[in-house]
């Protein structure tokens, strides 16, 4: 029976809310929040043996995932212990993983259903961090994502998840992925957003059909409020320190670089 609180006129909308074109902005913002995180430790790691292989806090800063956990894990990610703040990084960075592996699950149906959940996401990661009888992963729930289909094989190796342990044994919680990947597709990828300019808006190109898939424009598009209800987030963004520069399009400045601002 259609929802009569409904706003939806394209037809197609999940459970008359989620509409194709959010849903497609929702997808991108995870795969650009996730593939940026995972370029910035993928560098990390490639350092030679000799120099330290722990996150430096720029590297963090850089990153504006950073800027939507709370003040507490903030301060611990820029810690002194190095081994702990690169853990608790890590292991936030892990969740976004784990939400862009359930997207790709829902996305690979025939009518692809809704978006991950703060409750859904959560209880997911409760199953995959590592037990404490054994070192087995338990199976994913069946509830973990709005539409209520089956579970995606999420593939952690046993380091990341000792790693989201410590992002969730230190008050980390799917929320703060969840609320940076909706808040940058408002900001980035949407005409509502300070960063939405002519650099950002090839998003436009495939919401008209780039693809070959077919988006009907509908009120639900821009409806970020009601999608963040939906998703189990608080009305308000934590991100509201993102600096206006868009500091994670940056790339850590080289000795070259310094040099010149120097010179």
């Not at 430096?56 to 212990?81: G, H, V």
């Not at 703060?176 to 002519?198: F, K, M, N, Q, T």
Request: hydrophobic share 30%; glycine share 6%; aromatic share 6%.
């Amino acid at each position: 029976m259609p929802d009569p609180t409904s706003t939806c006129t394209c037809g197609r909308c999940f459970e008359g809310w989620l509409s194709p074109r959010m849903r497609e902005r929702l997808e991108y913002s995870t795969e650009l929040r996730y593939g940026l995180a995972k370029s910035l430790l993928d560098t990390q790691d490639g350092l030679p043996a000799d120099v330290s292989r722990h996150l430096p806090i720029n590297y963090a800063e850089i990153d504006s995932a950073f800027y939507y956990l709370p003040s507490d894990l903030r301060a611990k990610i820029s810690s002194t212990d190095a081994s702990l703040s690169d853990a608790i990084y890590r292991g936030y960075i892990a969740v976004f993983k784990v939400i862009k592996d359930l997207v790709a699950s829902s996305a690979a149906d025939e009518k692809p259903g809704g978006f991950p959940t703060v409750w859904g996401v959560d209880k997911h990661l409760q199953e995959l961090r590592p037990s404490k009888d054994t070192h087995k992963v338990e199976p994913a729930s069946k509830d973990t994502a709005s539409s209520g289909k089956h579970p995606p094989a999420t593939v952690l190796s046993t380091k990341a998840r000792e790693h989201l342990a410590a992002y969730l044994d230190n008050g980390g919680s799917a929320e703060y992925a969840l609320d940076c990947i909706v808040d940058r597709a408002r900001e980035e990828l949407s005409p509502l957003g300070r960063l939405y300019d002519a650099e950002n808006r090839y998003i436009d190109e495939v919401l008209e059909g780039a693809d070959g898939e077919e988006r009907p424009e509908c009120p639900n598009d821009l409806d970020f409020a009601q999608v963040r209800v939906r998703l189990g987030l608080p009305l308000e963004t934590r991100g509201v320190d993102v600096p206006e520069d868009e500091v994670d399009v940056k790339d850590p400045s080289s000795d070259e670089d310094e040099e010149r601002d120097e010179a």
